[in-house]
């Protein structure tokens, strides 16, 4: 598949397959080399069925808030600033907004419950629901969007106020790879995490 780079320097056209085995290669560089890759693993055991019951306590809530904001190039300042926003809702808005998000029929529906929080945009929100519902939903980055823009699956720039559109072909993008690849949707996250990390500082 020929598609054109989404790399943060506006490189050339370039060809990128994501085949099954191609993913399977990125998938294990991601175990290797991402710090994070245990405690995802052991917090997408653990996390949804605390979540869907409402059975879960604030460190739990701010997990994946600051499971996004810690693997990004960002200004310790502005990481900061980002995870004392969320800090700010009270406690039992947060059992009713991710308990709210996880009983939701409609990707709509669970954007709308999430974001009502402060500090809670749509990217956000897509992390809690990577923890939600693994097997359904991944996060949403600038990183990621630029890998499936390079590799031809997603067309056009990662949007600077990113709407529930957007991440909807976002996800379709992803599971038309998951479906294509025969894997889930979180080894086809890890993989794209990964296919542009020589781009990223934070590698």
């Known amino acids: ?38 405690v995802e693993r052991e917090h997408v055991e653990t996390v949804p069925g605390a979540f869907a019951s409402g059975e879960f306590g604030r460190r739990d809530a701010e997990w994946p808030v600051q499971w996004y904001y810690r693997r990004r190039s960002l200004p310790d300042a502005n990481r900061r600033a980002a995870e004392e926003r969320f800090l700010d809702n009270d406690y039992e808005a947060m059992v009713d907004a991710i308990q709210g998000a996880a009983a939701a029929d409609s990707l709509d529906e669970k954007l709308d419950s999430l ?33 499936l823009r390079a590799a031809g699956e997603l067309d056009g720039a ?38 542009d990390a020589d781009d990223y500082s934070s590698d």
């Not at 780079?5 to 991402?34: F, H, K, Q, V, W």
């Open 115 to 147: 974001t009502a929080l402060v500090g809670v945009d749509v990217p956000v929100a897509s992390a809690i629901l990577t923890f939600t519902h693994p097997d359904a939903y991944v996060a949403i980055g600038e990183r990621e969007w630029d890998a």
């Open 158 to 195: 990662y949007p600077d106020a990113l709407a529930p559109d957007d991440y909807g072909r976002y996800l379709d993008a992803v599971r038309r790879v998951a479906d294509r690849t025969d894997h889930d949707v979180w080894t086809v996250y890890r993989a794209l995490w990964r296919l």
């Open 1 to 38: 598949m020929t598609g054109y780079s989404g790399r943060p320097d506006g490189g050339n056209e370039t060809t990128i397959d994501l085949t099954r085995d191609r993913i399977d290669e990125l998938a294990a560089e991601y175990e290797a080399r991402e710090p994070f890759d245990l």
